[in-house]
Structure formats: structure tokens, C-alpha cells
């Protein structure tokens, strides 16, 4: 099981920036162990954040993405107290939520 998505969402005038650090190996499937066998990819395939249980973004992952994602936008709205959550899925069908409250 993987660690906790950290993630911060802090509202000012009006709109709500989030900010999220998935940890994740995120492994591409291209590089190849000691004994030169390839390592199976392994990535997080899709997320999906909520804003008081209303999708405010959905995105599709590919090897491309980084070990440990990192994540930043802003939504309009959102007032200190209320609640983003994020939900992810990998390849391997393992799944993920965190939640926070903004500030």
C-alpha cells in the first residue's frame, strides 16, 4: 500500500488553489533490472479530484509521469472548511483516497 497523498488547498479571493504530492514508484516498464529482465510497469493510470463530492478534475496518467506526482491547479470557489478529496487508480487496480480541508 502506498503512503498518504499529501495535499494542501488554501482559498483566496474567490478561488481555491490545490496542491498534491502522490507517492508513487510510477515505474515505466522500459528500464530492466540487475539480471537485465525489464521491469513491469506500474503507474497510476487515472485521478480524480473532488471538491464537497463534485468532480472538479479528472485526468489520465501514462508512463510519461514522474515517480511521485506532483499536482497544482486552481478551481473557482471553495471556502476554508470544506473538504477536497482525490482519488487515484493504478495499472495493478490498486486505489487510493486522501482527503484535506482547505485552509
Given at each position: 500500500m502506498s503512503e498518504a497523498t499529501r495535499i494542501r488547498a488554501t482559498a483566496k479571493d474567490g478561488l481555491t488553489e490545490v496542491k498534491m504530492l502522490m507517492?508513487?514508484?510510477?515505474?515505466?516498464?522500459?528500464?530492466?533490472?540487475a539480471t537485465g529482465?525489464?521491469?513491469?510497469?506500474w503507474i497510476i493510470?487515472?485521478?480524480?479530484?473532488?471538491h464537497?463530492?463534485?468532480?472538479?478534475?479528472?485526468?489520465q496518467f501514462g508512463t510519461a509521469v514522474s515517480k511521485n506526482p506532483y499536482l497544482?491547479?486552481?478551481?473557482?470557489?471553495?471556502v476554508k472548511g470544506e473538504k477536497i478529496s482525490v482519488l487515484w487508480t493504478d495499472n495493478r487496480g490498486d486505489k487510493r483516497m486522501d482527503e484535506t480541508v482547505i485552509d
Amino acid at each position: 500500500m502506498s503512503e498518504a497523498t499529501r495535499i494542501r488547498a488554501t482559498a483566496k479571493d474567490g478561488l481555491t488553489e490545490v496542491k498534491m504530492l502522490m507517492q508513487h514508484e510510477m515505474e515505466t516498464g522500459q528500464r530492466k533490472d540487475a539480471t537485465g529482465n525489464k521491469i513491469p510497469a506500474w503507474i497510476i493510470t487515472n485521478v480524480e479530484v473532488l471538491h464537497e463530492g463534485r468532480t472538479v478534475l479528472e485526468a489520465q496518467f501514462g508512463t510519461a509521469v514522474s515517480k511521485n506526482p506532483y499536482l497544482v491547479f486552481r478551481l473557482i470557489g471553495g471556502v476554508k472548511g470544506e473538504k477536497i478529496s482525490v482519488l487515484w487508480t493504478d495499472n495493478r487496480g490498486d486505489k487510493r483516497m486522501d482527503e484535506t480541508v482547505i485552509d
